[in-house]
């Protein structure tokens, strides 16, 4: 067992097109890098039982949350020669049309990190419990199945 801290992927809100496009261009200094594949997973809004969502309400609790995405993260380097790898789910509310999982992977070669992306969000929705509660336009809500 290692002592090293669990580092968090949550961030509150939506993920803004700003924190992406940072997290990309502060790759541009690692070289060995020939290929970068990201994810990003948008609140749809969908209708059901004739009510729009308007928003999901996401919680977790982070501490078993984070060490799943931590275990994660450790299966996907074993698995694929990766250079980097990144995490981020947002926490609380966001909109319709908002981003809420920004998964970004790193390698040498290009169809390395297509696998690695799709094994990661894979791995995230079957194992990582976060809860997402759909909020209806007229302020009622569900809880959101994975599907």
Same mark, same amino acid.
């Given at each position: 067992?290692?002592?090293?801290?669990? =580092?968090?992927?949550?961030?509150?809100? $939506?993920?803004? &097109?700003?924190?992406?496009?940072?997290?990309?261009?502060?790759?541009?200094?690692?070289?060995?890098?020939?290929?970068?594949? /990201?994810?990003?997973?948008?609140?749809?809004?969908?209708? +059901?039982?004739?009510? +729009?969502?308007?928003? +999901?309400?996401?919680?977790?609790?982070?501490?078993?949350?984070?060490?799943?995405?931590?275990?994660?993260?450790?299966?996907?380097?074993?698995?694929?020669?990766?250079?980097?790898?990144?995490?981020?789910? &947002? /926490?609380?509310?966001? =909109?319709?049309?908002? +981003?809420?999982?920004?998964?970004?992977? &790193? &390698? $040498?070669?290009?169809?390395?990190?297509?696998?690695? /992306?799709?094994?990661?969000?894979?791995?995230?929705?079957?194992?990582? $419990?976060?809860?997402?509660?759909?909020?209806?336009?007229?302020?009622?809500?569900?809880?959101?199945?994975?599907?």
């Amino acid at each position: 067992m290692t002592d090293k801290k669990t =580092k968090s992927v949550f961030k509150q809100g $939506p993920i803004s &097109s700003e924190f992406i496009g940072t997290a990309i261009a502060k790759h541009q200094t690692k070289t060995s890098i020939g290929a970068h594949n /990201i994810f990003l997973g948008q609140v749809r809004a969908d209708v +059901i039982d004739n009510k +729009i969502v308007t928003a +999901i309400e996401y919680t977790a609790y982070e501490t078993m949350a984070n060490e799943k995405f931590n275990t994660i993260r450790e299966a996907t380097f074993k698995k694929f020669d990766l250079t980097c790898m990144h995490i981020y789910h &947002s /926490i609380g509310t966001v =909109k319709a049309g908002e +981003i809420c999982l920004f998964v970004f992977a &790193s &390698s $040498p070669r290009r169809k390395i990190v297509f696998k690695a /992306i799709e094994y990661i969000v894979e791995e995230i929705k079957a194992h990582v $419990p976060v809860f997402g509660k759909e909020i209806f336009e007229d302020d009622t809500h569900q809880w959101k199945a994975n599907k």
